[in-house]
């Protein structure tokens, strides 16, 4: 009898959670700002489990769990657990709260703080597309060629994901000229699970460093580097979500092993991320064009510290969905 009322008490209380839990998850104010659909951050973030922890008229922060995030006003911007997230749309304040654009909630917010098994798929084999090559040789230094670079690191970066038990391809193993076409179609034919595009940075300004990780910009928002909404759904689009996840990681880890500089996960509309079949990635592991780092790309040790950081990336972003 005890025990039956205890069951039924426990009931009680996990049916009133339920309601609770339904309430707080239904509760999702939004507002349409120059016809452009927002969504209320403190009720967005509660649907995680996360909730404001400061609100000021600069910025606004949410934290739970493991993660902290920090938007502003107006700024196209966030930082994800410190790491720089560019925003498709920037935040706009009602009142006192911060709202956020809904395409922002769908494929950035929401793919990063829910559960990663939704987002589940099997890894086999990593394709890596080491930029440029043959006739092609991407940006120039002083002493040395991207081609190059992005070569001997895709090598080091298939050693160490091949060491892990991946099956990797590269879409390049020499200095061959190679279309942008023939590149996405390789992913394709090979199979590939996770493609990465592996570039060097250039800058007429010669004192621009740092590391920036871009996935392909989704259905209905602009580039990170423009303010023109694209429409055109492309095959890389169906992966948004997990693309999202990729290049958080990558960019996190290539931080880490390399204390570099963070210009952020951006959003473009490159050849290479649109017409894949899988969740990609380009990366511009640095700047040729900037002294220090031109040295640093040059020095085998260096090489070591990014393959490592693209490496972690890939196997991190593969261990999060098992979770
Ligand atoms: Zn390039």
Redesign the pocket.
């Known amino acids: 009898m005890r025990r039956f009322v205890a069951f039924l008490l426990t009931a009680a209380v996990l049916g009133v959670c339920t309601v609770m839990l339904t309430g707080a998850a239904a509760r999702l104010r939004t507002a349409v700002v120059s016809k452009r659909s927002y969504v209320h951050l403190g009720d967005a973030s509660g649907v995680y489990g996360m909730r404001v922890v400061a609100n000021s008229r600069a910025r606004t922060e949410i934290a739970g769990g493991p993660y902290r995030v920090v938007f502003f006003p107006d700024k196209r911007y966030c930082f994800f657990n410190n790491i720089r997230l560019l925003l498709s749309y920037a935040p706009t304040r009602r009142g006192n709260d911060l709202y956020i654009s809904r395409i922002d909630y769908d494929t950035l917010l929401a793919p990063l703080l829910g559960s990663k098994k939704a987002f589940r798929h099997p890894i086999a084999t990593i394709m890596i597309d080491p930029?440029?090559g043959g006739r092609d040789q991407?940006?120039a230094g002083r002493f040395s060629l991207?081609k190059n670079i992005t070569l001997r690191l895709a090598r080091r970066v298939a050693e160490i994901l091949r060491a892990c038990g991946y099956r990797v391809v590269l879409t390049r193993n020499s200095d061959a000229t190679l279309s942008l076409e023939q590149r996405s179609r390789l992913q394709q034919q090979n199979k590939a699970d996770v493609f990465l595009s592996l570039?060097?940075n250039a800058a007429a300004d010669r004192s621009v460093s740092g590391i920036e990780t871009y996935c392909l910009t989704p259905v209905g928002a602009p580039s990170s580097n423009s303010t023109t909404v694209g429409w055109q759904k492309n095959s890389g689009n169906g992966f948004d979500r997990n693309n999202i996840l990729l290049a958080y990681n990558v960019q996190r880890s290539l931080l880490r092993r390399t204390q570099g500089g963070d210009r952020g996960v951006k959003r473009a509309r490159f050849a290479v991320l649109r017409d894949i079949r899988c969740p990609g990635v380009l990366v511009e592991v640095g700047f040729i064009s900037h002294n220090a780092e031109e040295r640093n790309l040059g020095s085998a040790a260096y090489i070591e510290k990014l393959a490592r950081g693209i490496s972690d990336g890939v196997i991190n972003y593969h261990r999060g969905m098992q979770k």
Do not use: N, Y
Request: hydrophobic share 30%.
């Open positions: 930029g440029h991407g940006a991207e570039h060097v």
